[in-house]
């Protein structure tokens, strides 16, 4: 009985896991299927059969039951915890199109399902008491760094891609300036040729402005998207040119040339840090080595002398 429930508990966390996989997947099959003819159904009990067969295990049984779940955590909780987690969330870039209910119900489900699994496993291995009480700790600890830690490095990934469109992206929309165009008809060609983390951004930013929004507010919702302190700086930079009425080709000529000279302390930095990195490869790797093939036949013949 103890065997089947530590197997139950694991297939669990690894369906859980892989139909947040697989979720993107789903959505494109369902906006293809909107543009894919199919035949009509018969309206009655046979053809609402069909149709209810056809949904799937997680869309007939798993679903529904985590959307009910959803909805009794969301009156339970404080939407300024929602609003925290959320704008986590985006700074990620969304992964696995998770929304803050979802990340905290993953979350609680990893302190259950991680200290119960430990329990199993330190009662299928017999362990005692004293090394049972610390699994079911590091359990929980690691329940507790897993979403978090799997956050913060798809925002420092997501900030480490921005940074590097950055000054491409800055001088694309100044030589669409420097041709004519205004500002928001240059971030649209722009966008409509470019592809990466900060041209979604932009072309969101058009989106918002498109529904309603204001410039000066699109592009602050924007920049609080990521963490990156040169995109904030530019933002603050053309709010202040038009507030002003600078042209946007001197602030863009300007914050180039700042870009591409943090760009270029920043290589320099990463190049000076490579030998303070390659000490410890080279002292347990190829200082062992080198000392095999110089000092090794001294050694032998040391060992093989007529004294021994």
Known sequence: MIYFLFFAVISLCV???LMFLYEPRELVRKRLSLYVKKKPLNIGKKSLSVSVREKGFRERIIKPRWNKLKNKYENLTSEKNLIKVERMLIQAGSPLRITALDYRLIQYGLFISFPFAAFLFSVVVRLNIKFSFL?????LLIAFVIPRFCVKRCIRNRNNKAL?????ILDLINVSLEAGLGFDASIKKVV????GVLAQALRDCLEAMRFGKTRKEALIEMAESFQLEELKSLVKSILQGERFGISMVQVLNAQVIDMREKRR?????????????????????????????TLGPSVLQLLSGPGL
């Open 15 to 17: 369906y859980f896991l």
């Open 135 to 139: 699994c079911i700790v590091l359990s």
């Open 164 to 168: 590097k469109e950055l000054p491409d």
């Open 192 to 195: 409509d040729k470019k592809t």
């Open 265 to 293: 302390t920043w290589a320099e930095e990463k190049a000076m840090k490579v030998p303070v990195k390659m000490i410890f490869p080279i002292v347990f790797f190829v200082f062992p080595s080198l000392f095999i093939i």
